[in-house]
């Protein structure tokens, strides 16, 4: 499930280091006051087996922004979506923002209007088409051909080697994280879009948005598609559009 924040911003633009990096804080900042435990276990120990985070968000988007090169182009009035599998989450970020009329995104200041919740398509045939608006990163195993690790910031980008493999086995571990049917498997990468890198922390990560076909059962592609595709959705990369 989503939430879609209906904002305004007399802003135009957002610095690119700030595009994605608020997201993660105002996250934590809605669950401690909507649910701090929950808030505090997925800080600190995540869910799950795997110790995951089990949420995301996209970037804010302003589609009425006039577009320029090298700008991440705002003002007017945007979109800001987040979501998760668990409903608990959804539940404690829609309290934290009863009330509240602006969100400090990096420094710019995003007006509230609406907020709206939105449920996950069907997907009733156990087949989705997902396209992210935001990088997919994915970290492999660092290793050369004789099996030697040279890296442990291995990024890997669709196309590379050990690209599906990983993308797999993270759809495998996000269902297994929280108990939905694991058989889930990527069929074909239908779209791959520009190599980019945001900031998360003091550091970046890299990924390229893609669009890809996936099979499981109806309730897992619906977590999926709440929560993200790739790795870091807790830093907002992932996110699939709706």
């Known amino acids: 499930m989503r939430l879609r924040l209906r904002v305004r911003t007399a802003a135009d633009r957002l610095p690119w280091a700030e595009v994605l990096r608020p997201g993660r804080g105002l996250c934590y900042e809605l669950l401690a006051h909507g649910a701090p435990e929950l808030g505090a276990q997925l800080h600190e120990k995540g ?3 795997y110790g995951m985070v089990p949420f995301g968000y996209g970037a ?3 589609p009425t922004a006039p577009r320029r ?3 991440y182009a705002a003002g007017g009035p945007g979109v800001l979506e987040m979501g998760s599998p668990l409903l608990a989450v959804v539940e404690a970020w829609a309290s934290g923002l009863a009330g509240r009329s602006l969100l400090d995104w990096g420094g710019v200041a995003l007006r509230l209007e609406r907020v709206e919740p939105v449920e996950p ?7 989705a088409r997902l396209r992210t608006a935001t990088p997919v990163v994915l970290k492999g195993s660092g290793r ?7 890296t442990r910031q291995a990024w890997l980008l669709p ?10 086995q993270n759809l495998r571990r996000k269902a297994e994280t929280l108990g939905v049917d694991p058989e889930v498997s990527l069929e074909r990468i239908t779209w791959v ?6 900031a998360v922390g003091q550091g970046l990560k890299v990924g390229a948005p893609v ?8 309730e897992t592609l619906q977590a999926l598609w709440s929560w993200g595709l790739g790795q870091a959705n807790a830093a907002g990369f992932g996110w699939v559009v709706a």
């Open 159 to 168: 196309g590379e080697p050990e690209f599906d493999v990983y993308f797999a």
């Open 211 to 218: 669009e890809v076909e996936l099979r499981g059962a109806p």
């Open 121 to 127: 398509p069907a997907f009733a045939s156990g087949w």
């Open 47 to 49: 869910w799950g087996p």
């Open 193 to 198: 879009g520009a190599k980019r890198s945001f």
């Open 144 to 150: 050369d051909e004789n099996g030697v690790r040279t």
């Open 60 to 62: 804010p988007v302003f």
């Open 69 to 71: 090169r090298g700008v």
